[in-house]
Nanobody, 114 residues
Framework: QVQLVESGGGLAQAGGSLRLSCAAS????????MGWYRRAPGKQRELVAR???????NYADSVKGRFTISKDNTKNTMYLQMNSLKPEDTAVYYC????????WGQGTQVTVSS
């Protein structure tokens, strides 16, 4: 069973940057479309960025131009570089398969202060 572990969250000021990492238990990035999701307080979980097996990326309008998703297949790790952070980016961030997620990890909390 695939296990996903997110890390790299924390507290940032508006306009700041954070880099999230997603470590997978197996070499799934070669075989599946992967994505970063987030769940903000009181809201449903949403997909904010995805990357295909070939490295094609797509972003939600709310993060386009500010976030960059990438992966290193040799390290079984995926990243989310988040720049120009806004308070509305505050959420727990998760990585998972797209479009049908497997078991969720614990996520990593990102808090952006104004």
């Amino acid at each position: 069973q695939v296990q996903l572990v997110e890390s790299g969250g924390g507290l940032a000021q508006a306009g700041g940057s954070l880099r999230l990492s997603c470590a997978a238990s197996g070499s799934i990035f070669n075989d599946y479309v992967m994505g970063w999701y987030r769940r903000a307080p009181g809201k449903q979980r949403e997909l904010v960025a995805r990357i295909t097996t070939g490295g094609i990326t797509n972003y939600a309008d709310s993060v386009k131009g500010r976030f960059t998703i990438s992966k290193d297949n040799t390290k079984n790790t995926m990243y989310l570089q988040m720049n120009s952070l806004k308070p509305e980016d505050t959420a727990v961030y998760y990585c998972n398969l797209v479009p049908v997620p497997v078991a969720w990890g614990q996520g990593t909390q990102v808090t952006v202060s104004s």
